[in-house]
């Protein structure tokens, strides 16, 4: 059997969702008023470090690349939601 490389970044992310810090609720929306600054900060952080841009979509694949990157540097610590939360959070200041 033979797995793409998108499907192996999909297998990855499904399996961090799992852990993280839980920003997002069962209906998939973030509950930016009840998460911490400094924390939503700190993943952001991680997010800059390899490119994120508050000034381009987050669909845009420079930002796609720094989520991918970040998730992959830091298992574990963060997942694609708690990101995307940060992301919101963020873009809210």
């Not at 993280?20 to 930016?32: A, E």
């Not at 400094?38 to 987050?58: I, K």
Request: glycine letters at 8%; one cysteine or more.
């Amino acid at each position: 059997m033979k797995i793409k490389k998108s499907q192996l970044r999909r297998i990855i992310r499904e399996a961090l969702q799992e852990a993280g810090k839980g920003w997002m609720d069962s209906h998939g929306i973030c509950d930016t008023h009840n998460i911490d600054r400094y924390e939503a900060g700190g993943a952001f952080y991680r997010l800059e470090e390899f490119g994120y841009s508050l000034g381009l979509p987050p669909s845009h694949e420079i930002n796609q690349k720094a989520l991918d990157s970040a998730l992959a540097a830091y298992p574990g610590e963060f997942t694609l939601d708690d990101y995307t939360c940060a992301v919101q959070v963020m873009r809210k200041r």
